[in-house]
């Protein structure tokens, strides 16, 4: 073979990798009653915050880990707990979109993505902790 052929060959398969790594991250939104059928796996679920319950964040006590309670897509409520600082603006959220587990009765989510409500255009906070 060629050289040129060996280099087309090894290029054409690492572009197939990336392909197929983008793949594999990629993952549908989920439900807590989805996360329940399959405890081991990381989801991602889309709801909204239930202000009516308290959020739980002490900065003093731990300043790495917060609560709530949240209501996905189907309306079921579950508390979610998070190692990270409580996001600024946390409460103004419209939605939120959590990556974790459940772990017990609470989703312990590693990631939180927030929508903001603004005037102009959709922002978003993107939050990351470690489960």
Do not use: W
Not at 38 to 46: A, G, I, N, S, T
Not at 104 to 126: H, Q, R, T, W
């Amino acid at each position: 073979m060629k050289r040129g052929h060996i280099i087309a060959i090894i290029i054409i398969a690492i572009g197939i990798f990336a392909l197929f790594s983008a793949f594999g991250d990629m993952s549908r939104y989920s439900t807590f009653g989805d996360s329940l059928k399959h405890p081991d796996e990381l989801v991602k679920v889309v709801g909204v915050l239930v202000k009516e319950k308290q959020v739980e964040y002490d900065p003093e006590k731990d300043p790495n880990l917060f609560s709530f309670h949240m209501k996905d897509q189907d309306g079921q409520e579950k508390r979610v707990v998070m190692n990270a600082a409580k996001p600024q603006d946390f409460n103004k959220s419209e939605k939120i979109v959590l990556t974790g587990k459940m772990v017990g009765e609470n989703f312990v989510a590693s990631d939180m993505l927030l929508k903001c409500p603004s005037k102009y255009k959709d922002e978003e906070i993107f939050v990351r902790s470690e489960i």
